[in-house]
């Protein structure tokens, strides 16, 4: 990964991790939805036995390396001790990601154990906040849905040059909430948009062992 990719990345995962904070209030029914699933736009498929999970990754996106990823946890933490809203524990625990160099598009896989998934709505209003502000911004919601296995509590953001998604998938079988952010270029949306859903509606279980490291 060149400097732009790796400054893109981390300034990506920066912002994701800012609007990772946590409180409790009521809660609806969520609904069902299914994710339209074509493999012909993702790639072999990625197995997480430590948290019993398996997905695959978009086809033709670059993975960010190991090094790569702890190097960005690593001043994503640094800038975010300045703001006293988060420790290391509270914060996602980043596992994979992926870049589209043609669109600066970004799909990132972290571990959220300390999500709330019992009650998540004060969690999403907070994420809103949070992510309702700018001259670029158009549009933010969250909802809560069931796909299936799991329940989702995502948000939606829209702004002139960007689609964000965040997807938390949760289910009493796993050890930990798994987050799901994609990062989408205003113009590559349309063509990705059925990527990001492909990949969203991949994941599955895989319980072959059921504790943290």
Known sequence: MNNR??????TA????????????????????????VDPALL????????????????????KVSAQSLKQAEGAALVRLADTAQH?????????????????????MVSAVPHFDTQDSSSSLQEYLQLHRSGPDLED??????YDGTF????????????????????????PSPVQFDFIISRDAYPQLVKTIE???GSFE?????????
């Open 5 to 10: 990719g790796f400054l893109l990345f981390a």
């Open 13 to 36: 995962l920066l912002i994701v991790w800012s609007s990772c904070q946590q409180k409790r209030s009521g809660n609806t029914g969520p609904e069902t939805v299914r994710f339209a």
């Open 43 to 62: 790639e072999a498929r990625i197995v997480d036995t430590t948290l019993g999970f398996e997905f695959s990754p978009p086809k033709g996106w670059e």
């Open 87 to 107: 420790t290391k524990s509270t914060v996602p625990r980043l596992l994979y990601a992926w870049t589209h160099a043609a669109s600066g598009s970004i799909v």
């Open 140 to 145: 933010a919601r969250a909802s809560v849905f």
């Open 151 to 174: 329940k989702v509590h995502q948000l939606l953001v829209t702004r002139r040059g960007s689609v964000s998604f965040k997807m938390i998938f949760s289910v009493g079988r796993m």
């Open 198 to 200: 492909s990949v969203a």
């Open 205 to 213: 279980l895989h319980l072959t062992n059921t504790s943290i490291n």
